[in-house]
């Protein structure tokens, strides 16, 4: 049952990112040249109501939908490894077109080259796991 | 309307609402952790102990990237009659001037994901390379516009916010400085 759960989420997911073109190389090139608020738009209304939901799920410290505490983890504090790591990303997302997500989604839509860049990113994940101990972090 | 593109303000809060019930499931909105739990089910954990995990506590993850990919395929071939991405103007003049004569026709150029694109070398390389410096980067940086963009800055980590920065940094360089070279001539 939960399996069809985060199927469905999922799938609301896919086609959100698909239908309001967050997952076009366009918009993306776009958003890069300011020519466009719509990438903004869809970002910072996300933030806004998302503030307010997690910042809700905190503080009214609900249970989970089956009964468990909720328990959202800090990010580690570091300097280094995001804004280096986050670059690196952001060169890519412009390339490509493409962050983790709408790869898959890119990949039902049937446009079979995203499977070259998804490739590529599971390359890079592995490299990144090898190099790991090598890197500031 | 279903079947017209859909605007910023739905699509931003129903992100949101994505997120949120992730967490209230117990988890959490994370899509480039999946990028790795591939690595570990091909074999990667011979190679580094990073790669060794509990595969079974992955499965959720990847269950929501099978649902999106399934959504990928009913937003493309059910909810969409027409491809097309209405850019703005000045982009595609921009985007005619670097050669990509499909902007503002497609939903992605079709210089760089077609078939017949695929003919040349040239285009699998720049696949790769935009593939590679995504998976390495975004495990660098420990998140993606998911994890870090929305998760992350939602419940107000400045980890995350540097790691934006980082992706705008990086996103401004290749489309300002890096494209004009590489598509320019």
């Known amino acids: 049952m939960k399996s069809v759960l985060y199927i469905i989420v999922g799938t609301f997911l896919g086609v959100i990112l698909y239908k309001s073109e967050a997952a076009s190389w366009f918009r993306i090139y776009e958003m890069f040249q300011f020519d466009s608020f719509h990438m903004y738009g869809i970002i910072g209304s996300a933030l806004a109501v998302g503030i307010v939901l997690v910042q809700w799920i905190k503080r009214s410290k609900v249970k989970s939908f089956f009964g468990e505490p909720i328990n959202i983890q800090d990010k580690e504090r570091s300097f280094t490894r995001y804004i280096i790591g986050g670059t690196l990303f952001g060169l890519g997302w412009a390339l490509g077109g493409a962050c983790p997500g709408p790869m898959y989604i890119l990949a039902g839509a049937g446009y079979w080259p995203i499977l070259i860049v998804l490739f590529g990113a599971v390359m890079g994940a592995f490299i990144y796991g090898i190099l790991r101990d090598k890197l500031p972090h | ?185």
């Open chain 2, 1 to 185: 309307m279903l079947y017209q593109p859909w605007p910023w303000y739905i699509a931003g809060p129903l992100i949101a609402l994505v997120m949120a019930v992730l967490i209230l499931m117990g988890k959490r909105f994370g899509m480039s952790s999946n990028l790795e739990t591939f690595c570990s089910i091909g074999g990667a954990g011979k190679f580094t102990d990073y790669f060794k995990v509990d595969l079974k506590s992955r499965r959720w993850n990847l269950l929501v990237v099978l649902g999106s990919v399934i959504g990928g395929f009913l937003g493309a071939r059910v909810l969409s009659p027409n491809p097309a991405v209405q850019i703005s103007e000045k982009t595609v003049a921009k985007l005619n001037e670097l050669g990509f004569e499909s902007s503002g026709t497609a939903y992605l150029p079709t210089e760089l994901f077609s078939l017949e694109a695929l003919a040349h070398p040239t285009v699998w390389i720049l696949l790769l390379v935009a593939g590679f410096l995504v998976g390495f980067g975004t495990r660098y940086a420990g998140g993606c516009t998911s994890g870090h963009a929305i998760s992350g800055l939602s419940n107000l980590q400045r980890p995350s916010l540097i790691a934006v920065i980082g992706f705008f940094i990086g996103g401004l360089i290749m489309v300002h400085i890096i494209f004009p070279l590489i598509f320019g001539s």
